[in-house]
């Protein structure tokens, strides 16, 4: 509908539209109007819980070692979701959680400024001797 036009005008342009016509804008309209309420709740939830929970929101304000977003954890997860899209995934649950434990010892490794290709030396060596001294992966304090 035109916003410009008189409703007069309007009311006329309706009347010529066939039923398949009016019941078709009726639909859209229903959807926008639904998707309106939908992001009203959506805001009002956010403002609630910005509201309700600001010392946790805010928290990394008064406290600076903690980095106000998420960017460390996604760039952890960068190497992993490119070798699924990579390799396609993963056909069975155990090769999954295979691929998943070796991806999170070579995080953890470069995290550490450690070299993975140590650490898997370290640990097949001291597997292939039966060792109980294995490499770990916690820090060291």
């Not at 409703?7 to 010529?16: F, G, P, T, V």
């Not at 509201?51 to 903690?66: H, T």
């Not at 954890?73 to 090769?95: C, D, H, I, N, P």
Request: aromatic share 6%; hydrophobic share 40%.
């Amino acid at each position: 509908m035109n916003k410009n036009l008189p409703a007069e005008q309007d009311r006329d342009k309706l009347n010529q539209l066939l039923k398949d016509e009016l019941v078709e804008i009726i639909i859209r309209q229903a959807i926008v109007i639904e998707q309106l309420h939908k992001t009203g709740a959506k805001a009002g939830n956010l403002l609630r819980s910005l509201r309700d929970k600001a010392s946790q929101w805010w928290y990394f304000l008064n406290n600076p070692e903690v980095p106000p977003d998420n960017n460390l954890a996604e760039q952890s997860l960068r190497l992993a979701v490119t070798k699924r899209k990579v390799s396609g995934g993963s056909r069975s649950m155990e090769r999954f959680q295979h691929t998943a434990n070796l991806l999170t010892v070579m995080q953890t490794c470069r995290r550490q400024d450690r070299s993975v290709i140590v650490f898997f030396a370290q640990a097949l060596l001291a597997d292939s001797i039966n060792s109980q001294s294995r490499p770990s992966l916690l820090p060291q304090f």
